[in-house]
């Protein structure tokens, strides 16, 4: 079946280094979505790519979607310790379900 | 406006027990899927309904059901509970899950999740 698979598992980083996790589907996407779930917390979502090849920037977050449309990554520049928790990316391809990927648990050591 | 509701937060049950979760969606939201979250294995779906119809259904044995009432609150129930079931079981609504995926009516609005612990 379809699966979603995301790297790092787990990334340390020092306060105002840069964090990159990148997401691998063994499928074609119609689209990809990215949550971020605090400690404890629920995912929440964070942006929707639908076209090949289509970046979209959130002040310090930036997202790609591949242009074969089966790999995503999301780059943070400068991580503040508010970017800690585990950020999740959700693959569509069609039959009314997101597959989500495996998740990059990011830590901020200020 | 009201986000999702989930019901309840906390529950402890004993192996061979059943249980009912509860998810309330955004008002308005017709689509509810269910996931299964665990350390080991991440976020695993369930379910998907929309307007009382189930969907799809995830790789779960027959223990695991649900179904979705017509004002698209939906329950989820497990039966023979295992030890292997404790777990966040987290619901999300939608307002149209499907068709023009560039839309927001597919983004997915989470509950705070019901935390099971089966002993």
């Known amino acids: 079946g379809q699966q979603v698979m995301q790297i790092p598992q787990y990334q340390h980083v020092q306060e105002g280094e840069d964090f990159t996790t990148y997401c691998n589907s063994s499928?074609?996407?119609?689209?990809i979505q990215w949550y971020k779930q605090r400690p404890g917390g629920h995912p929440v979502f964070l942006i929707q790519?639908?076209?090949?090849?289509e970046v979209k920037k959130q002040k310090r977050l930036t997202f790609q979607f591949g242009e074969a449309k089966k790999n995503s990554s999301l780059h943070i520049t400068a991580t503040q310790t508010t970017d800690v928790g585990t950020y999740f990316c959700?693959?569509?391809?069609?039959?009314?379900?997101?597959?989500f990927g495996t998740g990059t648990r990011l830590k901020v050591l200020a | 406006k009201a986000g999702v509701t989930q019901t309840p937060r906390y529950l402890i049950k004993t192996r061979g027990q059943q249980v009912t979760l509860s998810c309330s969606p955004i008002?308005?939201?017709?689509?509810v899927s269910w996931y299964q979250q665990t350390p080991g294995q991440g976020l695993q779906f369930l379910f998907e309904y929309f307007s009382e119809t189930q969907r799809n259904k995830g790789n779960f044995p027959g223990r695991f059901s649900g179904r979705q009432f017509s004002n698209s609150r939906s329950e989820m129930n497990v039966s023979t509970l295992e030890l292997g079931d404790s777990a966040l079981y987290l619901c999300?609504?939608?307002?149209?899950?499907?068709?023009?995926?560039?839309?927001?009516?597919?983004?997915?609005?989470f509950g705070a999740g019901s935390r099971l612990t089966v002993l």
């Open positions: 999300a609504s939608t307002l149209r899950l499907g068709g023009d995926l560039s839309s927001g009516a597919n983004v997915l609005t």
């Open positions: 790519l639908v076209k090949s090849g």
């Open positions: 499928t074609t996407l119609s689209n």
């Open positions: 008002s308005g939201h017709r689509s």
């Open positions: 959700a693959g569509y391809s069609g039959t009314y379900k997101y597959i």
